[in-house]
């Protein structure tokens, strides 16, 4: 009897590290699945499809949108990225766990059409120190790190629409906060249901074991 | 800013153990705290009030009981047994993790007075290595036995009750699934919303900290 594994969802204020920390874990996990996003943009160069994305067409991920099959869906910039359900779900069934990193608006249209997962928010250990991290990254100007900060302040009052929240303080105590996370989310009662059918079906026969 | 200590109820079952995965718990993690036991029954020899019960009279014991001091309380054969209010909530006030150890009925009686502990459901591998278990234990006639295995078999609709399933396969691995369940509890959403209030209410300078 093979558990079924857990989709885990990373979320948090952009800059905060969840993407550092989901590479970490998925190094340090191999038996973790990394979510792969189906998009309408083109690939990269170095990109492939089935590994960093399934690259579609624009019709075809309208019919996904219009047959449910996506966890969550969001335009940027004229491009449609998404989160297929039946890869999650094949994974999950052959008892894999699959992390998802996503934001928060993502976050919350997963958790909406997929409750059983484990939602996850990263925090900085301060606002200055999210300041401060973004600021060093040097890849935005003062208006826009004004801006980051003032998004991540008002995303925190989503925080409590998560299970569990990290704090980011090292990558690697992070990392570790999740698998801890992890490893106690399969002994809830809600996953091990099948475990206490099969106690309670078992055949007792009232007598000490052979063994015994 | 100390976080609240959780109180973790650890039931199961008789004969499943629960009694040696509490008391090895305890011994290797010197920070938890016991749930004292208040009781009308007269202390045996060594027994010492304040340590293994907190002994009281009749009276005193339904003035508690009237007064909702009394996280449960059962009569046991004229004698009564409860868990005072009190001390659990000292305890937690003061950051301490507090275990107790109790049967399936007084448990769901603690979960309605105390929904903010988290309750751990201690199960044999097999109903088949509980019935070995009781008997190898030899204190009970066949008669006991049974009639033992025939209710650990109807207490298993409980579980569903509880928040945690942990098998008691091994008593160092039980105890190990039970530490990581108190570790992962200590990062969900409600027991941190201090956390995310200073974070929110942090001043955010908007520009690198001063170190950076």
Redesign the interface.
């Known amino acids: 009897m093979t558990q079924q594994g857990i989709l885990i969802v990373i979320s948090g204020p952009s800059g905060t590290g969840k993407g550092t920390i989901c590479r970490e874990l998925l190094r340090s996990n191999p038996r973790l699945k990394y979510s792969i996003s189906a998009t309408t943009r083109l690939p990269r160069v170095g990109e492939v499809d089935g590994v960093n994305y399934l690259f579609t067409g624009k019709e075809q991920f309208k019919t996904m949108i219009d047959n449910g099959e996506l966890l969550e869906w969001a335009e940027v910039y004229g491009n449609f990225y998404g989160t297929p359900r039946r890869y999650v779900l094949d994974q999950l069934h052959s008892g894999f766990d699959v992390v998802l990193e996503i934001d928060t608006q993502g976050a919350m249209k997963v958790k909406d059409n997929f409750s059983q997962g484990v939602y996850v ?1 990263v ?2 250990p ?7 991290r973004i ?2 990254r040097g890849t935005d100007s ?1 208006e826009v ?2 801006n980051r ?1 003032h998004c991540a ?1 008002s995303e ?2 989503l ?9 980011n303080d090292q990558v690697a105590a992070a990392v570790q ?1 999740i698998e ?2 992890i ?3 399969k ?4 996953r ?2 099948d ?2 059918d099969s ?2 079906r ?8 052979s ?2």
Chains 1, 2 share one sequence.
């Open positions: 928010y925090v900085p301060s606002l200055d120190e999210l300041a401060d600021y060093k003062p790190i004004k900060l302040s925190l009052k925080a409590h629409n998560y299970h569990y929240i990290v704090v906060r801890t996370i490893t106690a989310e002994y809830r009662a809600e091990n249901t475990l206490i106690l309670y078992s055949k007792c026969i009232g007598k000490p074991a063994k015994g």
